[in-house]
């Protein structure tokens, strides 16, 4: 039996589809990844500092 | 969508981030499903528990989240000790702090969900939640847009409980400042109340694990608002409306450089992405969420709410998440006046929601 389409299924499908939107959009925009220039898989003892954004940062 | 194509979907976007982007990214795409299974699954919201703490005297809630810090303390320190490229969650002590934690505790019982409550329930199809997630990071972006203003009216240098007296003594003060907290709420709840719920001790339990693992794979904590800063950052970039080479926040190196590469590569945009994907998995196996339509007056006051929630999160260095969890359980001296801010927030805020009859 096919699924009924309700008003909050729509809202759904309508959010990720924007969502998958962005970051598509996003992505052919920005330059090529190099993965040569990969982060450490983890940063505990890779001797590298993060440097990724936070929200407790001042700038 | 059922469980098990929605599974399928999760497992191709983790490949195409390994195979693509970074096997970090990956690996932090699975941290971040789990959180919002977690959050979802146990219905830990940090919105809820405090509204349930004042509403109704129920201090489950609110013990679940003191649990949460605890354990995530007790995780975090000793890993922040122990590696030095590890980083605290360290926001200034500073008049934006006091003022945007006061706004987002208030706005965030208006919009039911902080950061991450806001990321799960939109996830999980909530109506408002949806609505506001788009407006929280226009909110977001205009709050670091605009913090070097606030920071002009007063900040000291963060201070780090972990570099300053090591991890033993650190976690021994927030163990007792969190045993204060805890006795603080039975006293107003009263001593006859449950005060242990499985549900959330298992949340909490959960969580405090994935945000030590956010530590060790991403170098930083958990945080949730400064990703819905940049995505609206990239908005307004692209749209004409923002020169980031004149605005001192996103003028610094390290955002400049975040904001030209892809969001795939950016830390919390990637936990968030998880989080909502978790929360969708969650959903996929229970029923539509029924609760009673808002009318248009609470859809524009939530609206505003999540917009305001938003930029008062960036002057307060971070949501329940990036600034309470965090900062707490890695001995930042801000996540602890955070929290009375944003608590007495919420007293207000819950207010403001009867008024418009939320």
Known sequence: ?59 | MKRLPLAALMAAFFVFLFWFVAVRQAALLLVGIGMGAALAGMRFGFTTGWRQLVEARDPRGAIGQLLLLGAAATLCMPLLAGFPELQAALGPPSVSLLLGAFVFGLTMQIADGCGSGTLYKAGLGVPLNMGILPLFALGSFAGSAHLQHWLALGQVEPVGLVGHWGAGPALAVTWALLLATGVTVRLFAGWQRDWLDRRWVQGALALAVLAALNLVIAGQPWGVVYGFGLWGAKLAQAVGAFDPATNPFWSQPGNTQRLAQTLLLDVTSITNIGILCGALWVAAGQAPDNSKPLTGRQWAVGLVAGFVMGYSARLAFGCNVGAMLSGISTGSLHGWIWLPMAFAGTLVGLRVRRRFGF
């Open chain 1, 1 to 59: 039996m096919a699924a009924t389409f309700t008003p909050a299924r729509l809202r759904r499908v309508v959010f990720w589809a924007l969502l998958f939107a962005f970051v598509a959009w996003d992505l052919q925009r920005s330059p090529a990844i190099d993965r040569w220039r990969e982060p450490p898989l983890i940063a505990a003892g890779s001797g590298q500092v993060s440097a990724g954004g936070h929200c407790s940062m001042a700038k």
